[in-house]
C-alpha cells in the first residue's frame, strides 16, 4: 500500500484527486489548516483507502513514517493579495517549502511532487520549456520560484526524489477562490457586471483541473520519473473570451466593467508541455469545455447559498 500525505488537502485540486475514480489502495493523510468539505471524505470513506486527517498548518510535527510521498499543494496563490501584502506570500510559500523538505530529509524514502506555476518563468508569447530561466516579474511568482529552487536544492543535496509540475490556469468546479471563472459566475448570477483588469486583453493558457491530476496520479505511482514538467493544454484565451464562455454557457449576457489594472499584469504566459506528451500524457478536456462545465456546477453552488470566493490556494 502506498503511504500519501497531501500537504493542503482542503483545496479544490486536492478535492478533485480525491474524489476522482483512479486513485490506487492508499494510506491518506490529509493535511490543511482549514476543515475538509464531507463531499470528499465521504466517499473515501466508502473505497479500500485508509484515511486520516490532520488539521494544521504545518508538516513540523505530522506523523507518517509508512508514507512514501508527500504531495505539497498548500500555498499563496492570490496574485493580488501578494502584490498587496508580498512578505506574506514570500513568507507563506517559503516556509511552506522548507517546512516540507525539512519532513522530508527526515523521510528519505519519500518522494516529494510539489505544484508550482508558469508564472515562474516570467510573460512570454511563445513557449517555455523547462530549461528556461526563471523571471519572475511580482511577488507571487517570486515565491513560487524561491519555493522550486528551495526544493531542488534539498533534492540534490540528501538525494531527494522530487517532481515539480509547473501548472498553467486550472478550471474546476470545486475552485473556490478569488479566481476569473468563480467571480465572473457570482458578478453574472447577481446581475452585476464582471469586473476586468484593463481591457480585458491579457491572455492566459487554461487546462481542467482534472488532466492535472491525471499527471499528478502518474507521479504518486512514479510511473512519471522526477524532473520538472510543464503541464498545460497550450491553449491561450483572453480575459474576455473566458467570460463570454461563462455567459454562454450560463445563459446570460456578458457584461463587464474595467477595473484598474494591477500593479503588475504580465500580458502573457506560455509553456511548452511536450516533456510531458513524451511519457503519453494529453489533456483530455478542451479549455472551453472546462469552463462550460464549471460554470454550470459553480452557478449551482452558487444557487444553493455556497460561497465562491474562499480559500486562495490550490
Known amino acids: 500500500m502506498t503511504g500519501l500525505v497531501v500537504y493542503g488537502a482542503a483545496g479544490f485540486v486536492a478535492s478533485t484527486l480525491l474524489t476522482g475514480p483512479s486513485l490506487p489502495p492508499l494510506k491518506l493523510t490529509l493535511v490543511d489548516q482549514e476543515s475538509l468539505e464531507q463531499s470528499v471524505l465521504d466517499p473515501?470513506?466508502?473505497?479500500?483507502?485508509?484515511v486520516e486527517v490532520v488539521q494544521s498548518s504545518s508538516m513540523a510535527d505530522i506523523v507518517a513514517d509508512d508514507a512514501d510521498v508527500l504531495l505539497v499543494l498548500a500555498g499563496q496563490t492570490d496574485v493580488d493579495q501578494a502584490l498587496a501584502e508580498p512578505a506574506l506570500a514570500f513568507d507563506t510559500n517559503i516556509t511552506i517549502a522548507v517546512e516540507s523538505a525539512e519532513w522530508w530529509r527526515c523521510h528519505p524514502?519519500?518522494?516529494?511532487?510539489?505544484?508550482?506555476?508558469?508564472?515562474?518563468?516570467?510573460?512570454?508569447?511563445?513557449?517555455?520549456?523547462?530549461?528556461?530561466?526563471?523571471?519572475?516579474?511580482?511577488?507571487?511568482?517570486?515565491?513560487k520560484a524561491a519555493a522550486e529552487m528551495t526544493l531542488r536544492c534539498y533534492s540534490e543535496s540528501y538525494g531527494l526524489e522530487l517532481v515539480v509540475i509547473r501548472s498553467c490556469n486550472l478550471v474546476g468546479?470545486?475552485?473556490?477562490?478569488?479566481?476569473?471563472?468563480?467571480?465572473?459566475?457570482?458578478?453574472?448570477?447577481?446581475g452585476l457586471p464582471v469586473p476586468i483588469f484593463g481591457d480585458g486583453s491579457h491572455r492566459r493558457e487554461y487546462l481542467a483541473v482534472e488532466d492535472l491530476c491525471e499527471v499528478i496520479l502518474q507521479a504518486i505511482i512514479r510511473t512519471l520519473p522526477?524532473?520538472?514538467?510543464?503541464?498545460?493544454?497550450?491553449?491561450?484565451?483572453?480575459?474576455?473570451?473566458?467570460?463570454?464562455?461563462?455567459?454562454e454557457a450560463l445563459g446570460i449576457e456578458p457584461i463587464c466593467s474595467q477595473v484598474k489594472d494591477r500593479l503588475v499584469h504580465d500580458r502573457c504566459y506560455a509553456m511548452d508541455a511536450s516533456k510531458l506528451s513524451a511519457h503519453g500524457w494529453k489533456p483530455q478536456i478542451t479549455p472551453a469545455d472546462a469552463?462550460?462545465?464549471?460554470?454550470?456546477e459553480l452557478k449551482s453552488a452558487w444557487d444553493n447559498g455556497q460561497a465562491l470566493t474562499h480559500r486562495s490556494y490550490h
Open 44 to 50: 473515501l470513506s466508502l473505497t479500500h483507502i485508509q
Open 109 to 143: 524514502q519519500v518522494r516529494l511532487i510539489y505544484l508550482s506555476s508558469d508564472e515562474v518563468l516570467g510573460a512570454s508569447s511563445y513557449p517555455l520549456n523547462e530549461e528556461a530561466p526563471f523571471r519572475p516579474t511580482q511577488p507571487y511568482a517570486a515565491s
Open 173 to 190: 468546479s470545486r475552485q473556490r477562490a478569488r479566481k476569473l471563472i468563480p467571480t465572473t459566475v457570482q458578478h453574472l448570477a447577481s
Open 226 to 247: 522526477t524532473g520538472t514538467y510543464n503541464c498545460t493544454s497550450g491553449i491561450a484565451l483572453q480575459t474576455t473570451e473566458v467570460v463570454a464562455i461563462v455567459a
Open 291 to 296: 469552463i462550460s462545465v464549471a460554470a454550470i
